[in-house]
């Protein structure tokens, strides 16, 4: 028998892998079984095709594979045709190989060409938002490549195998048509490959909101004009009911979906109250450069066009997406309270598995509300204390959810196993603590870079403890490098942060008297002029040891 040389071609590149990605391991195996008592089918060639008789069914085999037919009623491949293209193969002598020989993978030609605008337009822009987080974040899919690509996706939870021609790519939702979990696994290879740049797809994952234009340029006018009347008027004659008269602007920017005018005017009505009750920390500059950056954002609000206009509003909150089961460790909190209207407290995670920070927020709006009243501890995630009282604990959350700058959703959806204490140094690799601060300057300094890609866990090699500052109100310390590159640790002095520079100061001593104590210091790091700074979270002093 003469077998046609397309599909002869076929039959030899067609290995076990991709015969299971045709339909499943099931049905090869009922297949072998069938193929081990066949005795001498009926076969003839077809065309390009050949058709093999087995009993009371005839298939004919064709190339690709996946559009071979069968007499019997299946809509899929069933195991008649499998059973079909194994006997054709061992008449071939190409009988598929097992799986653990690991057959050379193809190139996937057909997968690389595929369009990502085609991807986008099934995916959705909640969905695309969703798979880009997943991948940047390091909690995406299971991808393995043999003659096939499988894509293990455990949050749907949904296996897909993907093949040439890609039509005949398989899902573990049944679907016969190319799926939403075909197109994110095609997505997700392609991204891991290199093939579609993360960053292009930012634009397109955005969210996409009808905004009142006219509207929104009114309020912008109006808060221009309130500005720069403010400007004119001069900080020493303004008057307090300034403060309301910000506070009234941010409420109109909230009902006119500006989001970030409304940060900027909750900010500026934080700093005006500070001035006006003789703050310490309320610093003039500070003031005018809130008021300048409301005013210059207004100023472009009213100018821009529809498309800038989404852009430059902002996102009030961003959506939370599932990111599977998560080992967290508590590095550590702080106390928060913003000048933009919330306060209360945010904890900082170390996943344990990823290598990569996330962070979960316990806050409260203050703008609305009266005097302020003394709130009860968090206790997310079904946890058996408040999360305070997890400090230097680990956590294993269960179906967690977090947003693209991995903030942690509290959905009652989630719940968490608490572990037995350990020190932070037997959780936290060493290869991430960063000794080198010429490390910070070009990883974790990036000019208006969210703050968690700012984190950093830091040991100096030496610590000098600066004069306190009474003037300005402020703290300092000089960390060193082996090199000598230095690293400013700064606090200024608030209410809030009142515990942090007593903890400094009692560490500033202990230096003086105690030589070789070497800290290690977890923080935000950030540039201010020509320094680059620490802004501290936490201070170990023995990081291989309990606290």
Same mark, same amino acid.
């Given at each position: 028998m003469?077998? #046609?040389?397309?599909?002869?071609?076929?039959l030899a590149?067609?290995?076990? *892998?991709?015969?299971?990605?045709?339909?499943n391991?099931?049905?090869?195996?009922?297949?072998?079984?069938?193929?081990? $008592?066949?005795?001498?089918?009926? !076969?003839k060639t077809?065309?390009e095709a050949?058709?093999? /008789?087995? %009993?009371?069914v005839?298939c004919?085999?064709?190339?690709?594979?996946g559009?071979?037919?069968?007499?019997?009623?299946?809509?899929?491949?069933?195991? @008649?045709?499998? +059973?079909a293209?194994?006997w054709?193969q061992?008449?071939?002598?190409?009988?598929?190989?097992a799986?653990?020989? +690991?057959?050379? +993978?193809?190139?996937?030609?057909?997968?690389?060409?595929?369009p990502?605008?085609?991807?986008?337009?099934q995916?959705?822009?909640?969905?695309?938002?969703?798979?880009?987080?997943?991948?940047?974040?390091g909690?995406?899919? *299971?991808?393995?490549?043999?003659s096939?690509?499988?894509?293990?996706?455990?949050w749907?939870? *949904?296996?897909?195998?993907?093949?040439e021609p890609?039509? @005949?790519?398989?899902?573990?939702c049944?679907?016969?048509?190319?799926c939403?979990?075909?197109?994110e696994?095609?997505?997700?290879?392609?991204l891991?490959?290199g093939?579609?740049?993360?960053?292009?797809?930012?634009?397109?994952?955005?969210?996409?909101e009808?905004m009142?234009?006219?509207?929104?340029?009114?309020?912008?006018?109006?808060?221009?004009q309130?500005?720069?009347?403010q400007?004119?008027?001069?900080?020493?004659?303004l008057?307090?009911?300034?403060?309301e008269?910000?506070e009234?602007? =941010? $409420?109109?920017? @909230?009902?006119?979906?500006?989001?970030?005018?409304?940060?900027?005017?909750?900010?500026l @009505?934080?700093a005006? *109250?500070?001035?006006f009750?003789?703050?310490?920390?309320?610093r003039?500059?500070e003031?005018l450069?809130r &008021?300048s950056?409301?005013f210059?954002?207004?100023?472009?609000l009213e100018?821009?066009?529809?498309?800038?206009?989404?852009? &430059?509003?902002?996102?009030?909150r961003?959506?939370?997406? #599932?990111?599977?089961?998560?080992?967290?460790?508590?590095? %550590?909190?702080?106390?928060?309270? %913003?000048?933009?209207g919330?306060?209360?407290a945010?904890?900082y995670?170390?996943?344990?598995e990823?290598?990569?920070?996330?962070?979960?927020s316990?806050?409260r709006?203050t703008f609305?509300?009266?005097?302020?009243?003394?709130?009860?501890a968090?206790?997310?995630?079904?946890?058996?204390?408040?999360?305070r009282?997890?400090?230097?604990r680990?956590?294993d959350?269960t179906?967690?959810?977090?947003?693209?700058?991995g903030?942690?959703?509290?959905?009652?959806?989630?719940t968490?196993?608490l572990?037995?204490?350990?020190?932070?140094? =037997?959780?936290f690799?060493?290869?991430?603590?960063?000794?080198?601060? $010429?490390?910070?300057?070009?990883e974790?300094?990036?000019?208006?870079?969210?703050?968690i890609s700012?984190?950093?866990?830091?040991?100096?090699?030496?610590?000098?403890a600066?004069?306190?500052d009474t003037? %300005?109100?402020?703290?300092s310390?000089?960390?060193?490098?082996q090199e000598? /590159?230095?690293?400013?640790?700064?606090?200024?002095?608030r209410?809030?942060?009142?515990? !942090?520079?007593?903890?400094?100061e009692?560490?500033?001593?202990r230096?003086q008297?105690?030589?070789?104590?070497?800290?290690?210091f977890?923080g935000?790091?950030y540039r201010e002029?020509?320094?680059?700074?620490?802004?501290?979270?936490?201070?170990f002093?023995?990081?291989?040891?309990e606290?």
């Amino acid at each position: 028998m003469q077998i #046609p040389e397309k599909l002869a071609a076929a039959l030899a590149a067609a290995d076990e *892998a991709y015969l299971v990605g045709l339909c499943n391991k099931g049905t090869v195996n009922r297949a072998k079984k069938d193929l081990a $008592s066949l005795t001498d089918p009926q !076969v003839k060639t077809e065309g390009e095709a050949v058709e093999v /008789r087995m %009993g009371e069914v005839t298939c004919l085999i064709q190339a690709p594979l996946g559009e071979s037919r069968c007499s019997c009623p299946s809509g899929g491949i069933c195991r @008649h045709r499998i +059973a079909a293209i194994l006997w054709l193969q061992q008449q071939e002598g190409t009988a598929a190989p097992a799986e653990e020989a +690991a057959p050379e +993978a193809p190139d996937f030609s057909e997968l690389r060409a595929y369009p990502a605008e085609k991807l986008l337009r099934q995916l959705g822009r909640r969905r695309l938002a969703a798979t880009l987080f997943r991948f940047q974040s390091g909690q995406g899919a *299971a991808i393995t490549e043999t003659s096939v690509v499988t894509v293990e996706m455990p949050w749907l939870p *949904a296996t897909v195998r993907l093949l040439e021609p890609i039509e @005949h790519s398989t899902c573990s939702c049944h679907s016969r048509t190319f799926c939403v979990h075909k197109a994110e696994a095609l997505l997700l290879w392609q991204l891991q490959k290199g093939i579609v740049d993360p960053s292009a797809l930012e634009e397109a994952a955005a969210p996409e909101e009808e905004m009142d234009i006219e509207k929104v340029r009114g309020v912008c006018q109006g808060v221009r004009q309130a500005l720069t009347s403010q400007l004119a008027t001069g900080l020493s004659r303004l008057p307090t009911a300034v403060c309301e008269t910000v506070e009234r602007m =941010a $409420s109109l920017c @909230h009902t006119a979906q500006l989001p970030d005018l409304e940060r900027a005017l909750r900010g500026l @009505h934080g700093a005006y *109250a500070a001035y006006f009750a003789r703050s310490a920390a309320c610093r003039d500059t500070e003031l005018l450069s809130r &008021l300048s950056l409301a005013f210059r954002l207004a100023s472009a609000l009213e100018e821009a066009d529809g498309e800038t206009l989404r852009t &430059l509003a902002g996102t009030f909150r961003e959506d939370y997406v #599932p990111v599977g089961n998560l080992k967290l460790y508590l590095l %550590g909190m702080r106390e928060f309270s %913003g000048r933009g209207g919330y306060e209360g407290a945010i904890y900082y995670f170390w996943e344990r598995e990823a290598h990569r920070f996330y962070t979960f927020s316990d806050l409260r709006p203050t703008f609305y509300e009266g005097p302020p009243r003394r709130r009860s501890a968090a206790a997310p995630w079904g946890l058996p204390c408040p999360l305070r009282q997890a400090w230097n604990r680990g956590l294993d959350l269960t179906g967690a959810k977090a947003n693209r700058t991995g903030g942690l959703s509290s959905t009652q959806q989630c719940t968490a196993a608490l572990l037995a204490p350990q020190p932070p140094g =037997a959780v936290f690799p060493e290869e991430e603590m960063i000794t080198d601060f $010429s490390r910070l300057l070009e990883e974790r300094s990036a000019p208006h870079a969210p703050e968690i890609s700012r984190l950093a866990v830091v040991r100096p090699a030496r610590c000098r403890a600066q004069d306190y500052d009474t003037v %300005g109100q402020v703290f300092s310390m000089e960390l060193l490098d082996q090199e000598g /590159r230095d690293l400013w640790l700064t606090v200024r002095y608030r209410k809030e942060e009142a515990k !942090v520079v007593d903890i400094l100061e009692q560490l500033a001593r202990r230096l003086q008297n105690e030589e070789g104590l070497r800290p290690v210091f977890f923080g935000v790091v950030y540039r201010e002029g020509d320094r680059l700074k620490l802004y501290p979270i936490e201070c170990f002093l023995r990081w291989e040891e309990e606290q």
